[in-house]
């Protein structure tokens, strides 16, 4: 379902991904671990179409990721992202900030789009919160209501960039438990995360990304359980 296919990026002269090659199928779960600036989120950026990319090639199913297309607002809607910070509209409540792009993108009526949000609020745990503003909520629930926006969209498959990073210890359980029920319903995900319990157990694959290239790939359990790589192993003894 998503294709990358040996894609480089330069940011000016730093070449940030070198050859990077990626699949997803349908209904997978894939972790992307990795050390601080190796390109994980720019990996994601690209398959949103965020960003552009000099070579290569990046299909979802089967149509061309090209942030310079017309149609990439349209494609845009069909991979959904969730980021470390919430990115909630702060002025609009949380059914506000749920319905904003199925209403104004999708079109979709205002009476239809409200059922539907409630239904993923209810999802999330967050149907009582509904008139609260972000403001009133805790990281965690911030979170949860990001990711009931990206549901909102009909999406094909969600990115998630850190999405427990920023929270509170005690806060980033909650946020796993909704994303291991959106895998266990079968949505297509692709997780950037240091959570390496929640990629052991979720995880039908983890590549490890290393200064732009992914050196090592495959089942959770061999990745995580028995590194080949010298900088697997070196990452995961240092964040373990
Ligand atoms: P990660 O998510 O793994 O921490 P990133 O994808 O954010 O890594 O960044 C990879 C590299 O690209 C880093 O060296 C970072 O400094 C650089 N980089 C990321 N975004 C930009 C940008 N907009 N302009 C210049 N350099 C960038
Ligand atoms: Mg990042």
């Given at each position: ?32 671990i ?19 990319y ?42 506000e ?10 079109r ?35 979170q ?10 009909q ?54 990304l ?31």
């Amino acid at each position: 379902m998503i294709e990358v296919k040996q894609i480089h990026k330069c940011f000016g002269k730093h070449e940030v991904l070198k050859g990077v090659s990626l699949q997803v199928a349908q209904g997978e779960v894939v972790c992307l671990i990795g050390p601080s600036g190796s390109g994980k989120s720019t990996v994601l950026r690209c398959i949103n179409g965020l960003e552009t990319y000099e070579a290569g090639e990046i299909l979802i199913n089967g149509q061309r990721v090209d942030s310079m297309s017309p149609s990439i607002h349209q494609l845009r809607t069909r991979v959904g992202m969730v980021f470390q910070r919430f990115n909630l509209f702060p002025h609009r409540t949380v059914l506000e900030n749920v319905v904003e792009g199925p209403i104004f993108v999708n079109r979709i009526a205002p009476d239809v789009a409200k059922k539907s949000a409630m239904a993923l609020l209810e999802k999330v745990g967050l149907a009582q919160r509904a008139d609260s503003y972000p403001s009133q909520l805790s990281g965690g629930q911030q979170q949860r209501v990001a990711i009931a926006r990206a549901l909102a969209m009909q999406p094909q498959a969600i990115l998630f960039d850190e999405p427990t990073s920023a929270l509170d210890p005690e806060l980033v359980g909650e946020v796993l438990a909704v994303m291991r029920t959106l895998a266990a319903d079968g949505m297509t995900m692709i997780v950037v995360t240091h959570e390496m319990g929640f990629a052991k157990e979720v995880a039908d694959r983890v590549c490890f990304l290393h200064s732009g290239t992914i050196v090592e790939e495959g089942p959770a359990k061999d990745v995580l359980g028995a590194p080949q790589h010298a900088r697997t192993k070196d990452f995961l003894r240092r964040i373990l």
